[in-house]
């Protein structure tokens, strides 16, 4: 920020295709993207970016494979970190508009979609959420 300029650092292991309206979110030092789309794909990958790496030269992407099924594809959902866990809500693929609640654990590996009770959001993607 000093600098007021970009600098794009060298990074190995990108993730594997270049995509649009994924989702981010940081826990600790690591950032977390999912999903997204891709030429017409809709991607239910996980990667994770340790932020501290880039102050020691080895900085790359890392994918995260769970132990179990992921959410299904989808782009345009919304994601947030709390307590070690990654929660994701909506999205769509295209065909379909999710209101689903899925939670990942840093800790576990592992997916699994929550039962939620009261009032649930309607279906919906390009939304927001914030701590």
């Given at each position: 920020?000093?600098?007021?300029?970009?600098?794009k650092?060298?990074?190995?292991?990108?993730?594997?295709?270049?995509?649009?309206?994924?989702?981010?979110?940081?826990?600790?030092s690591?950032?977390y993207?999912?999903?997204?789309q891709?030429?017409?794909?809709?991607?239910?990958?996980?990667?994770?970016f340790?932020?501290?790496?880039?102050n020691?030269?080895?900085?790359?992407?890392e994918?995260?494979?769970?132990?179990?099924?992921p959410?299904a594809?989808?782009?345009?959902?919304?994601?947030?970190?709390?307590?070690?866990?990654?929660?994701?809500?909506g999205?769509t693929?295209?065909?379909?508009y999710?209101n689903?609640?899925w939670q990942y654990?840093?800790?576990?590996?592992?997916?699994?979609e929550?039962?939620?009770i009261?009032?649930?959001?309607?279906?919906?993607?390009?939304h927001?959420?914030?701590?």
């Amino acid at each position: 920020l000093d600098t007021k300029q970009w600098y794009k650092p060298p990074i190995q292991g990108n993730p594997n295709v270049g995509r649009f309206a994924h989702s981010a979110t940081v826990i600790g030092s690591k950032m977390y993207i999912f999903g997204g789309q891709s030429d017409g794909y809709f991607l239910n990958d996980l990667f994770a970016f340790d932020l501290q790496s880039l102050n020691y030269g080895v900085a790359q992407w890392e994918f995260i494979t769970p132990l179990n099924d992921p959410p299904a594809g989808r782009s345009g959902q919304t994601i947030c970190a709390y307590n070690d866990k990654i929660y994701i809500f909506g999205g769509t693929d295209g065909d379909k508009y999710y209101n689903d609640t899925w939670q990942y654990d840093i800790q576990t590996n592992a997916w699994s979609e929550l039962s939620c009770i009261g009032y649930i959001p309607a279906p919906r993607k390009n939304h927001v959420c914030e701590r």
